[in-house]
């Protein structure tokens, strides 16, 4: 059985990285898509990267000219895509390079919040982060037609970094400190990535394609609680100091550089979250598809604090 070749477009981020690992772990031959190729590629070693199973190429997402080149040069059929901003067609020409290159599937990194409305086509440009993905998602469908799949995580672990500053401190400034989330490690999402390239795209049970798949941390757990965990682990005693939507709007934009409408459609969803007491309402099936897919379970968010741990204290 020949070898397939599958690029990662955006490998120096934590889920792409993963995803590149992912593949690499089914035999695959590893297109590293990179805007900067000299960049290092978290998880990755020197070691690796000399076996030959891995390439890096320069590419840019918003370039449909440098996606094409980078295809056609390497001969890649598969390929793992993020939300690019800077695009004024939601990605449209890029995924138009891809597929005239000769890429026969493509793995999409989208969100959670798609699937709270339904359908890619049902999201309103009101909902700034869900709006932004499904648009792509819907140019995946016009040129790739099933041959694609959404992968629609909830919210990321990495998002505790937000706090890291005030851990260390001894104070984290919160504007809805019980709300609730999952935390999914960033390692899982792009493990599943990384078996949709190689294995082929998800099935329904009827055997037709799944265009898309939602991801799911394995606990739920408020953001006080989060912080409890981080404090732990850096050996602080963190006292949670709770603030107005304003004053967070502001840290989120000036400490953890989000963008306007990315944070306030984030404090959006934290206020949902802790005046709802629930967690998204999603169907029970999502918070095991990370192990139905890659056959382990996911990690919960104190092991992956644990393996981030120096990231926390640096």
Same mark, same amino acid.
């Given at each position: 059985m020949s070898t397939p070749t599958v690029i990662v477009f955006g490998p120096t981020g934590s889920v792409g990285s993963a995803a590149a690992l992912g593949a690499h772990k089914h035999n695959a031959k590893v297109i590293l898509a990179m805007r900067d190729t000299t960049k290092s590629i978290p998880g990755f070693t020197s070691e690796q990267e000399s076996t030959g199973n *891995? +390439?890096?190429v320069q590419a840019d997402l918003t370039s449909p000219e440098s996606i094409h080149n980078a295809v056609t040069k390497t001969g890649a059929k598969h390929a793992f895509i993020y939300l690019a901003f800077g695009t004024a067609d939601s990605m449209r020409a890029s995924i138009e390079a891809l597929k005239g290159a000769g890429i026969e599937t493509v793995v999409f990194l989208s969100s959670i919040s798609v699937s709270l409305h339904g359908d890619a086509d049902d999201v309103p440009?009101? @909902? *700034? &982060?869900?709006?932004?993905h499904a648009q792509v998602e819907v140019n995946l469908r016009d040129v790739f037609g099933d041959d694609y799949v959404a992968v629609r995580p909830a919210f990321f672990a990495t998002n505790s970094f937000w706090w890291k500053s005030g851990a260390l401190k001894g104070e984290v400034k919160l504007a809805y400190p019980e709300a609730k989330f999952d935390f999914i490690a960033p +390692?899982? &999402?792009g493990s599943v990535a990384g078996t949709f390239l190689v294995k082929g795209l998800p099935a329904g049970e009827d055997g037709s394609k799944k265009n898309s798949v939602d991801l799911v941390g394995p606990e739920q757990m408020s953001i006080r609680e989060a912080v409890g965990v981080i404090?732990?682990?850096?050996g602080k005693e963190v006292k949670?100091?709770? &603030? @107005? +939507? /304003? +004053?967070?709007? /502001?840290?989120?934009i000036t400490a953890n550089g989000l963008p306007e409408p990315v944070a306030k459609t984030i404090l959006g969803q934290l206020r949902k979250q802790e005046e709802s007491g629930g967690f998204f309402g999603l169907p029970e099936e999502a918070s095991g598809n990370v192990q139905r897919y890659t056959g382990r379970p996911s990690l919960r968010f104190h092991e992956w604090v644990d393996l981030n741990k120096g990231k926390f204290l640096a």
């Open positions: *891995f +390439e890096r440009p009101s @909902d *700034f &982060i869900a709006f932004t +390692e899982d &999402i404090g732990k682990a850096v949670i100091t709770k &603030i @107005d +939507e /304003q +004053e967070a709007l /502001q840290d989120m």
